[in-house]
């Protein structure tokens, strides 16, 4: 379980990888930009940040909104009042409080649950993210910040490691929340926890090596380009994939078939006596009986596209394929679903999967087994059916037909073909 959980974050942190890369690489590139081009650069993150904002509440995202206002916020106030040199005290105060700053309120954000965004419950935090940077560029307008000089414990004047410009507290609070981030991706794994560790990590190496020209900007477009990238995937997700299978559901089965050419077959899929599981165990264990299904029916359909079409209902498409060719690949996914022992969890099973093995080897019953069997119908597309809606309502007749013949069985409307 958790070697499984460990790869998947590794997985949803390749695209906050790529962009750091991408940012480190272009940051070397920097020094060489004509005048007018970084001037462009500076301006970008303003103009990332925005549509990051407006998006992410288009499509509902509260924390991502939160998380672009909070990246906005910080590459406003390096823009705003670190534009002279961190030898000037008050500059050099502002940064290493900005360096707290930044990454607590990382740790706040992360820590909050999804709520998609609602203005009373974004407003509130959106208030106490602006308030801070307020804060603090408002104590160094009122040039507070040249007096806290000497009233600084060592541990934020002195640097963690020479040359790198964070100093010791702000390295600690950065690993910290880094640690925090962390352990929530592999608690939740989401795709806006791996964006929200990778922010945090982009802004220490930002403010590590912020003497270098146009780090700033460059890492700040980096994390705002992931965050778009999320709020865009995330919508994309919502939109288009089952949450409960991970399979494409059926807004995407259509837009498939917009485009799916002249010569394709889709087949009908229904669980057998899915209510009985529902009855007998309950609704979570049919949930398990939909992602088993789903999971066999991806791993056996190799050339097809398989789709969650509702309920205990899917549909695969299977382009450039008649009937007959179709069928054999849809008896296999039928064996598939049918040879695959399930299992109930039993009241007696350990949560802990090597104490299940072991209970298992010794012969204690620790589950119920049930035979999931799935029906097929088949129809190709053909001259008197007018669109892809006529192909699915024949593929369904046939799918009919195979429950009405004893289930566990793929028909071919068409052809007649069946496995009996």
Not at 97 to 107: H, R, S, T
Not at 199 to 224: D, G, I, N, W, Y
Not at 242 to 247: F, I, K, N
Request: with cysteine.
């Amino acid at each position: 379980m958790l070697a499984h959980a460990f790869t998947k974050s590794l997985r949803l942190l390749i695209p906050g990888i790529i962009t750091l890369i991408a940012g480190i690489l272009l940051q070397q590139q920097a020094a060489a930009l004509p005048l007018h081009y970084k001037d462009i650069v500076t301006l970008l993150p303003y103009i990332l940040g925005v549509i990051s904002l407006i998006l992410a509440m288009s499509f509902n995202q509260g924390r991502l909104f939160l998380g672009s206002l909070n990246a906005l916020c910080f590459y406003a106030a390096i823009q705003a009042e670190l534009q002279t040199s961190l030898n000037l005290p008050a500059n050099f105060v502002f940064f290493s409080l900005l360096c707290l700053l930044f990454p607590a309120q990382q740790a706040l954000l992360s820590l909050y649950p999804e709520r998609g965004f609602s203005p009373r419950w974004a407003i509130p935090r959106a208030g106490i993210i602006i308030c801070g940077y307020l804060l603090l560029c408002g104590l160094k307008y009122t040039q507070s910040f040249a007096g806290w000089i000497s009233t600084l414990p060592s541990s934020m004047l002195e640097l963690a490691f020479d040359p790198l410009l964070l100093n010791q507290v702000s390295l600690a609070v950065f690993s910290a929340t880094l640690l925090l981030n962390g352990f929530l991706l592999m608690r939740r794994q989401s795709l806006v926890d791996a964006a929200m560790l990778m922010m945090t990590l982009a802004a220490a190496v930002m403010l590590a090596f912020f003497a270098q020209p146009l780090v700033s900007a460059l890492f700040a477009c980096s994390a705002l380009i992931l965050l778009l990238f999320t709020i865009l995937f995330n919508s994309y997700s919502m939109a288009f994939i089952d949450e409960l299978t991970g399979l494409p559901g059926r807004r995407a089965l259509e837009n498939q078939l917009a485009s799916v050419g002249k010569h394709y077959t889709l087949a009908m899929v229904d669980v057998d006596h899915f209510k009985k599981f529902n009855d007998t165990y309950g609704h979570d264990v049919g949930d398990q009986v939909l992602r088993m299904v789903a999971s066999q029916m991806r791993q056996a359909a190799k050339g097809a596209q398989v789709f969650r079409y509702g309920g205990e209902e899917f549909t695969i498409l299977f382009k450039g394929k008649d009937e007959a060719a179709a069928w054999h690949t849809a008896e296999r996914v039928r064996e598939a679903v049918a040879g695959y022992p399930m299992y109930i969890r039993g009241d007696n099973r350990p949560e802990d999967a090597d104490e299940g093995k072991n209970q298992r080897s010794k012969g204690q019953p620790e589950s119920d087994y049930v035979q999931v069997c799935i029906s097929l119908g088949l129809c190709q597309n053909t001259d008197d059916l007018a669109d892809s809606s006529a192909v699915l309502k024949a593929a369904d007749e046939a799918l009919y037909k195979a429950k009405q013949m004893g289930r566990n069985r793929t028909i071919g409307r068409q052809t007649g073909i069946t496995n009996e």
